[in-house]
């Protein structure tokens, strides 16, 4: 089983920059893409980034070049580095994470991020 806790979200005015963070405890040693989901109100949860074990990143559309998302200690933090946040970044965020040990995802308890304009 996989843990993931985030933290790092809140209050940022349009313009301004925040950076989630999501730990992951248990079988990390399974893991094999992370990454972070959004849901905004009223509507369904959306990808915004993924890392897999080799490296390689996806983006959103809505968020290249605005976002980064990275991670360090072999799957133990994920980070996402956001950037000229927008009022549409408003909303929810999850992380992530697949696991060959389990055929669902992993997800975290989510953790709200609120770009006022």
Known sequence: ???LVE?????????????LSCTASGSTFSIHT????????GKQ??????????GQRNYANSVKGR???????????????MN??????????YCHALS???ITPCWGQGIQVTVSS
Not at 84 to 93: H, Q, S
Request: hydrophobic share 35%; no cysteine.
């Open 67 to 81: 976002f980064t998302i990275s991670r360090e200690n072999a799957w133990n933090t994920v980070y996402l580095q």
């Open 45 to 54: 949860r959306d990808l915004v980034a993924t890392i897999s074990r080799d």
């Open 84 to 93: 000229t946040l927008k009022p549409e970044d408003t909303g929810v965020y």
């Open 7 to 19: 933290s790092g979200g809140g209050l940022v005015q349009a313009g301004g920059s925040l950076r």
């Open 100 to 102: 060959t040990l389990q």
């Open 1 to 3: 089983q996989v843990h």
């Open 34 to 41: 992370m990454g972070w989901y959004r849901q905004a109100p």
